[in-house]
């Protein structure tokens, strides 16, 4: 590859992009786009046109469950052209992902079809006290269409997978391959699908090993020894199974590297596009061992590094990030990108995203790849990984000004260069001698993790920055610089990164080679520290000699680390509460930019915390700074140290004000009633089963694998005094139905669509009754919608889902508050009222409502404070985006904490009218409603059906309203 993928942009810091600047582009969020129906060029284009107005910079054309245009061939790729030549004239970026769903490899199946080409494994079973061994290849499943994984250590599937997918992309956009198609995303490469694996054994008892055909021979090569007859030192305590696990474990990672990740970078690098994404199970010690072996050495062979960062929790990915963003820095790659959101539900605000962005961000990610824009949101499209973030969300005319911010902050955390304090080593290779394919039997493993963990966030938390070293990469690019004249302090460098201090975590083993670069450095004066033990095996075998040079490091506890960086690394940044107390939760990442300047970029990684915190930069005078949840500041220094020009926000403040509670409706969305649950009939008889969540029957249906005929019933009760005249229902495959309302059977007759372009209203006003139960009954002649034993959709498949009946009426319930939230059930629909108090909007007609609704009202106001600015401030935040307006003029956005908006200069003494717009997600509508948690730190398909379901048949809503706005002076 000619250049790494970066944007060319020489403008410093100080001249950051300007919000409508096209050359902000690549630094733009470019989501995952599930291409996941069939594709409709005329849709392609005008979903790239939302794509361009939300404020992303492209996306990454991403095959998911769904998808009907067949994956790969002459209508697909006829499709990705569409998108291809209209991102090139719109100014996006679009790039290529690699695979149908996912993990990437088996080419849809094309790359697997031969039987030799598919995984292979070792399962180990345990008779009558002795271990027996079992050579297997994985069996079809539907996830590959009837295929397999690959055999990732054989170069044949590896071959035919680039043939099939690489080769093809470039025969066709090869000549926008650095350009308009900057970069190509693998998903998830590993050498051992677990999952699968416990399809295929059985049950979880029985551990399994990686494998191939010529496994044992390589090995013996390679260590001269037979490791088929030592396979249960791979399980057991015996003599010398430490040497064969770090053999065995060391193996599997150099073949996974050099039979695919490097293959598939140097085709890349060939052919002038970025290889990028990331792989499976980063998270811990333990994970990546049993996917990839350790994941570090792989990111060398990545043009752009990245990670996965699922849900809404930020601790578990502290190792995910730092591993990567490590060899990111130490090899020079300048972008670093993050799968990012995915599972965090449809409720995730714009404060989670930015808190979760801005922990990425500290961390070193400077690349966001948003999970999910959906293109289709019909069937099971809409619980795949939510949230959608794409133009079905209500709050997406919003999107702009987030991701606004996010490619100001990828660019500025582009400029100049990472400045870490300390190098750590990473232990994987000692979890390899602890590792034990009985995962019930991994404590070892997990207690170095969290060891590891432990050491890392104290560090952060006091606000000092390190890198991981890999020792593969030690071994190709780690060196000790000696004192430079006037300078007394050697540094231990890996790859373009200096390091003054190394420090070792718990290790078990460490290699000969780290072992000799270690001595070089304490001989120079290098300073180097352990936690709690040094590594008493060198490569997994016992080595007094080699080991001599550690006994001159200094050992401490967990508790005294802190202690002795500070007497090694003079503190370049403090960040403490007001007692002089360092504040844990804001993270911090230093960066020297050109001309000697600094920057600092500071983020509040608590959600629920807000602090007033001190910022000393090697020991100047503090300045004050207040972090709201999801906060974050970047200051500057300029190259004699002086703090350069900074908005500074007093945190005092005093109330002035209270706006009253009566509120008048200025304009409200369509309302909604989501229903769920239905009675059906198979066949043609009208024998109702019990009442049975849809999705549930769909499964149900499709594992017969039979065509029916089926009948659901929908009931829902009304209780009107004036029948509304804009009662919609909504469906997704109305064609394919014969509906009838209350018995009457009605046409179906196009009404426009309502939120997606796959739900389809039609008008039901004059059949539904004023009081009562009213029956919606849908019968259709049911067809799987996949082909069997395969996850290929078809054209005439069926699939069943909620209803919805939307217009102008009120949900009425018995709506009770719950932690996170409400539960409701017993829903009747009545005539819509004037919301006067709508401070809570689930218990005022609207648990199910998606869209906005506009509240007005005229207030006096006469205390205009002498000194000061006024704000408007939420209370208590509940909605996803508020728009202010103030005396007829634009105000503004509120979205993140501390929910205030400064409308100084639009308030007027005297009275003044205010309009607040409030905006809210899809979660009530979709849900999921049954599960235990109103809002899961991870929402997976399997949430939405009965797995973790509540006791009762109550539904959950995330709360919605306005509630206490006041104004404040500060």
Known sequence: MKKPYFPKDKAVIARAPARSNPAVTGYRSAPFWSLNDKLDPAELTRQLDLIKQGGLGGQFMHSREGLITPYLSAEWMKCISKIVRHSKRTGLEAHLYDEDRWPSGFAGGKATKNHADRMKAVRCTKKHGKWQFEKITLPPQKWYNNTSYPDVFKKSPVNKFIRSTYDAYKNRFGREFGKTVPSIFTDELQYMLFPHIELMRGCKEYPVLPWTVNFEDVFNKKYGYNISINFTALLETVPGHEKIRYDYWRLCSEL???????????????????????????????????????????????????????????????????????????????????????????????????????????????????????????????????????????????????????????????????????????????????????????????????????ICRAILGNHYDFDFGDESLLAKYGRVKQPKKGNSQSHFSVGTMDYPLVLLPPMITIRKTTLSLLEEFINSGGKVIAVERLPNLVEGERNTAKLKVLNQIEILSLKNIIRSIEKTIPREISITDPKGREIPEILCQKRQLEGGKRSYFMANTSPQKTFS??????????????????????????????????????????????????????????????????????????????????????????????????????????????????????????????????????????????????????????????????????????????????????????????????????????????????????????????????????????????????????????????????????????????????????????????????????????????????TNTLRNLLGPHHYKEVSPAMVSPKCFIQTGARPDTSYTFVPLGLGKIELICR
Request: glycine share 8%; proline share 5%.
């Open 613 to 918: 915190a001190d910022i000393s930069m090697n020991g100047s005078k503090a300045t004050r700074l207040a972090f709201h949840p999801a906060g974050s500041h970047l200051l500057a220094l300029d190259k004699n140290g002086r703090l350069e020009k900074h908005a500074l926000h007093s945190a005092k403040k005093h109330c002035i004000g209270l706006l009253p509670g009566n509120w008048k409706l200025k304009h409200v969305d369509d309302n909604s009633l989501t229903i769920d649950t239905c009675c059906y009939s198979i066949g043609n008889t009208h024998n109702w089963s019990q009442p049975t969540l849809a999705i549930a029957l769909q499964k149900q249906l499709e594992k017969t694998g039979k065509k029916v005929n089926v009948t659901l019933r929908f009931d829902f009760k009304t209780d009107f005094q004036n029948r509304p005249d804009d009662l919609f229902l909504v469906l997704e495959q109305p064609e394919i139905f014969k509906i009838r309302v209350n018995g009457t059977e009605i046409p179906y007759r196009y009404a426009g669509w309502w939120l997606d372009k796959s739900f389809r209203k039609t008008d039901i006003s004059d059949h539904i009754k004023l009081k009562g139960k009213n029956t919606v009954e849908l019968s259709c002649r049911f067809i799987p919608p996949k082909k069997p034993k395969t996850l290929i959709y078809t054209k005439d498949g069926v699939e069943l889902e909620s209803i919805y009946i939307t217009g102008g009426f009120e949900v009425r319930g018995t709506i009770k508050k719950t932690t996170g939230g409400y539960t409701g059930k017993d829903f009747v629909l009545t005539n819509r009222r004037n919301i006067s108090n709508p401070g809570n909007l689930i218990a005022n007609g609207c648990p199910f409502f998606a869209g906005s609704a506009a509240f007005k009202q005229e207030f006096e106001f006469s205390n205009r404070p002498k000194r000061g600015n006024v704000f408007i401030r939420f209370d208590n935040f509940q909605a996803t985006v508020a728009k202010i307006r103030l005396n007829n003029k634009e105000a503004g956005l509120i979205y993140l904490p501390p929910y205030e908006l400064e409308v100084t200069k639009l308030l007027k003494s005297g009275k003044n009218l205010i309009e607040i717009e409030l």
């Open 256 to 454: 996974f590297l050099d039979t695919i990740v490097k293959t598939l970078y140097e085709w890349c690098d060939k052919n002038n596009i970025a290889f990028t994404g990331h792989f499976d199970n980063e998270d811990s010690l333990l994970s990546q061992l049993k996917a990839t072996g350790g994941v570090m050495p792989l990111y060398e062979y990545m043009h752009m590094p990245g990670i996965d960062h699922l849900g809404r929790r930020t601790e578990k990915h502290l190792l995910t990030i730092k591993q990567c963003s490590s060899v990111a820095h130490q090899l020079g790659k300048k972008r670093v990108i993050s799968e990012i959101f995915g599972g965090g539900g449809q409720d995730l605000s714009f404060a989670d995203r930015k808190r979760l962005g801005d922990w990425d961000t500290v961390l070193g990610i400077n690349f966001f790849c948003p999970h999910l824009w959906l293109y289709s949101m019909r069937g099971c499209r809409k619980r795949d990984w939510p949230p959608t973030l794409s133009y079905q969300q209500p709050w997406w005319k919003f999107n702009k000004p987030l991701e606004d911010y996010f490619a100001r902050m990828n660019y500025a955390m582009t400029r100049g260069k990472f400045q870490p304090d300390m190098l750590i080593l990473h232990p994987l290779e000692s979890a390899w001698m602890l590792y034990n394919p009985d995962l019930t039997k991994n404590a070892a493993v997990i207690e170095l993790n969290d060891k590891l963990n432990t």
